[in-house]
């Protein structure tokens, strides 16, 4: 399965979108579009903690115990990890302090979640908050296969299109953009370090065996589970693919 999406992973590693942020105001574009990835990669983890754990009252014992073990372990690291102080935050509360810290629009996000939270609507929170049409396909397709409810699925696209991507993607975002910028990206600079650091060497291992207990010996599930992460693969490609247009426009107008 890994040899088969290799070709799709390598293309996101490879993205030309890297090679055009060049300065401070094409930094603010991508995180403005990547924060909805930020988000929606924790209600796919809260989604598979809900389906594998029991997280509600009376408790019961749920599932495999191992697996049990996989997703809190996972969790607790994504969900209350520290920042560069040793605070407690979420990965998602750290990169809203990273865009702050250099300039990136947060009111749309902020709008985002404050209309979802009200309506539970995304179609209403996106059209609200004016969310980019690709930023809003990513999330719609995480949010359908949160849908299926189909926890080897859901595993797989998490694992395949997240947490084993996630080292590789970020090597290549700060080799090709940190040396451009000043000390105004201290906190996005820990926040990728911390990601290669904490997936590659630890979360993407646990992520892979959870897949794998899920899916077990059956064929079907994991023909279906390549599928789908041969999907939530594209599906990031086509969220670069949105950054770097904008990305390019935006320096064709300034021309």
């Not at 924790?42 to 997703?71: D, Y």
């Not at 996106?126 to 080897?152: C, L």
Request: negative net charge.
């Amino acid at each position: 399965m890994q040899e088969k999406i290799e070709p799709l992973r390598q293309q996101i590693i490879n993205h030309k979108v890297y090679s055009v942020i060049n300065d401070v105001e094409d930094l603010q574009v991508f995180m403005q579009y990547h924060v909805y990835a930020v988000w929606d990669f924790m209600s796919l983890l809260k989604s598979l903690q809900n389906s594998l754990t029991c997280t509600s009252v009376p408790w019961f014992p749920k599932g495999s115990a191992e697996t049990r073990h996989l997703i809190n372990e996972i969790v607790a690291g994504e969900e209350s990890d520290v920042d560069m102080n040793g605070e407690r935050k979420s990965h998602f509360e750290i990169y809203l302090e990273a865009m702050n810290q250099c300039g990136a629009d947060t009111m749309q996000i902020e709008k985002f979640l404050s209309v979802l939270t009200k309506t539970g609507n995304l179609d209403q929170a996106f059209r609200d908050s004016g969310t980019p049409e690709k930023a809003r396909q990513f999330v719609n397709y995480t949010f359908d296969m949160i849908g299926t409810n189909k926890d080897y699925v859901q595993a797989a696209i998490f694992t395949f299109g997240r947490e084993d991507l996630i080292p590789g993607m970020f090597h290549a975002i700060i080799n090709d953009i940190h040396r451009n910028f000043p000390g105004s990206i201290s906190i996005f600079k820990y926040y990728l370090e911390r990601h290669i650091e904490v997936d590659g060497d630890h979360h993407s291992h646990l992520a892979l065996q959870m897949t794998s207990n899920l899916c077990g010996e059956n064929e079907e599930f994991w023909a279906e589970a390549e599928l789908e992460a041969s999907k939530s693969l594209q599906k990031r490609i086509e969220l670069w693919d949105g950054v770097y247009e904008e990305i390019t426009a935006r320096k064709a107008v300034l021309r």
